[in-house]
């Protein structure tokens, strides 16, 4: 019965032939995702390297209890510690920057401990739900920076106005009760980059701004009325945000004179009437955001002329008329959004419908033809015009694993022929 040595040692080779193919043809284990390795490589913030390691004397020992006090652990050498940045002072030496954060409920600011570390220049609150205190006059003489973020449960305008000596200030997500911004601002003369976001901060913005500002974020508040000469006197304003406020009235024709601004965003108010013309003035405008206003008019041509623009939106307003952009223009920008405008139109003999703008094409007197393409309209992802890139990626990402199954397949059936082939031989061996 047993069948001759040569013809076991053919079967055994096609009975591994399948093996052998499979296991060639499988991506090894599962494939590593590109997406997953950039978010493992972020290097979070690690700016607060320890400063000159060359300083052999040892941190001042009231503001070491002062640290223990706040709960930072202090057994390795604490300007070391990714939270602080010491000065390299003798005999002993000082920390000039602090940063808590995802402080623990017990946690709390002593007026004593932040005696005691009245050399700080910089300060950072994150995540700390401590009760604030008033701050020691040595360290708001000293203070320059301040950040608190999802810290100090509530704060006053007046608590805040009394950190004069300040040139960063940053408050986001913490609720700031005062009757306006001015509040906040009236002594703080030094003051360079200022933002009070997800405030809930309400009031106008303010009548008078000192000069030296480069940096304003108020977004995410319900400050309300119009936008006053006070911010477009500005012209050293780089960064303006006043998204998601109830301010309402035309954008001011001044607004061209804040010739530093790279970016500005009005978006979700209640402006209205036209796009000045004076933004065109702006050389260096990179960001522009007017979006979910009620802006009406046409769009001004002029835009297409600002070399620098790279994102636009326009979404959500009620510009009417052709859209006056070319395709070398769109193509230039990353981000482009018209779509929530029903009276605005592309001209189909100068952009291909392929474009996806969320527009309607015109009829010939450069109204929309109806209806809206309802796909595009309703879709709002597939309104916005942005770099294919990521299409493209998603798309190379899907080819990918198309072949993989495609081998696995043929594999799958080239074995079993093979083992129909080892069938059939036994067969023929067996009925013989
Ligand atoms: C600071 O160091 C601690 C542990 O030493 C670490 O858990 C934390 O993520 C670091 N924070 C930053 C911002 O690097
Ligand atoms: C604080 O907590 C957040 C989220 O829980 C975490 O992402 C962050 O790294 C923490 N920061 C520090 C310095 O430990
Ligand atoms: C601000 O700093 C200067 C010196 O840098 C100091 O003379 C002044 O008193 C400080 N202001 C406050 C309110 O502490
Ligand atoms: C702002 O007010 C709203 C409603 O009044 C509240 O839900 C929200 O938590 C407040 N935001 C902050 C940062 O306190
Ligand atoms: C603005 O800054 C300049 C120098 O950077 C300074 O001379 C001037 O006094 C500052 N203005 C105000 C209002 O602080
Ligand atoms: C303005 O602030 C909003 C909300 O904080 C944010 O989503 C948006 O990206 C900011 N715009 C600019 C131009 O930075
Ligand atoms: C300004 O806008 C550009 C283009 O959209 C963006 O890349 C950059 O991060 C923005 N800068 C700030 C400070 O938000
Ligand atoms: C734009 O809206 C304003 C009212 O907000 C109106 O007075 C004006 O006539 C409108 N302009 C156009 C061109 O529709
Ligand atoms: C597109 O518009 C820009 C600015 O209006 C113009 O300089 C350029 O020549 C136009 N390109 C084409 C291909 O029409
Ligand atoms: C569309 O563009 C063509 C060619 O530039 C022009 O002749 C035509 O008048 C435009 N149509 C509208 C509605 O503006």
Redesign the pocket.
Known sequence: MTPPAPSLFILLLLLLFPVIITSATLPPSPTPSPTSSPSHSSPSSSPSSPSPSSSSSSLDPKQLRALQSLNIPTSKDPCSHNATLCDSSKPFRHIISLRLSNCSSYVALSYTALKSLSTLQSLQLLNCPVTPIRFP??L???LRSFTCVKSLHKVSGVWLS????LTDLTVSDVQVKTSGPYVILG?MN?LRSLTVSRANLTGNLPKYIHSNLTHIDFSGNQLKGSIPASITMLDGLEFLNLSSNALHGEIPASMGNLISLKNLSLASNSFSGPIPGSISAIPGLVHMDLSSNQLNGTIPSFISHMRNLKYLNLANNNLRGVMPFNSSFIKKLTVLKLSGNSNLCYNHTVLSSKTKLGIAPCDKYGMPMSPPPAKESSADDSSDYSDSDEDDNSRKKEHHHGPNKVVLGVAIALSSIVFLIIFLILCSKCCR
């Open positions: 006059p040595e708001i003489a000293s009394r950190l004069e000596n002594r030094k």
